[in-house]
């Protein structure tokens, strides 16, 4: 099982940019789907975006698409998701994930590893 350790939450104001990342242990990282969901007070998991196995092609939510970005640094066992124009409705602990499978999924139980979460808080 892969282990996976987010960092780079915080407290920032609307419009700000972050960085998140995730260093995986046990496997590494190209051979696997990755990608970041976020859970806000009170509701569900939501997906955010994944990158497939190969770097070859990416999926974000709408709500996120054109502000943020998912990189993998394979070299360094890490992905990134660089979040741009923060609003506050992105407030949520974010969390790194894993997927054994080929292609992509947006459900939160298709994805095997996760990392215990950063919490991210947009002010306005």
């Known amino acids: 099982q892969v282990q996976l350790v987010e960092s780079g939450g915080g407290l920032v104001q609307a419009g700000d940019s972050l960085t998140l990342s995730c260093a995986a242990s046990?496997?590494?990282?190209?051979?696997?789907?990755m990608g970041w969901f976020r859970q806000a007070p009170g509701k569900e998991r939501e997906f955010v975006a994944a990158?497939?196995?190969?770097?070859?092609?990416?999926y974000y939510a709408d709500s996120v698409k054109g502000r943020f970005s998912i990189s993998r640094n394979s070299a360094k066992n890490t992905i990134y998701l660089q979040m741009n124009s923060l609003k506050p409705e992105d407030t949520a602990v974010y969390y790194c994930?894993?997927?054994?499978?080929?292609?992509?999924?947006?459900?939160?139980?298709?994805?095997?590893?996760w990392g215990q979460g950063t919490q991210i808080t947009v002010s306005s």
């Open positions: 046990g496997r590494p990282l190209s051979t696997n789907i």
């Open positions: 990158i497939s196995r190969n770097n070859a092609s990416t």
């Open positions: 994930v894993q997927r054994d499978g080929i292609y992509i999924k947006t459900s939160p139980y298709q994805y095997d590893s």
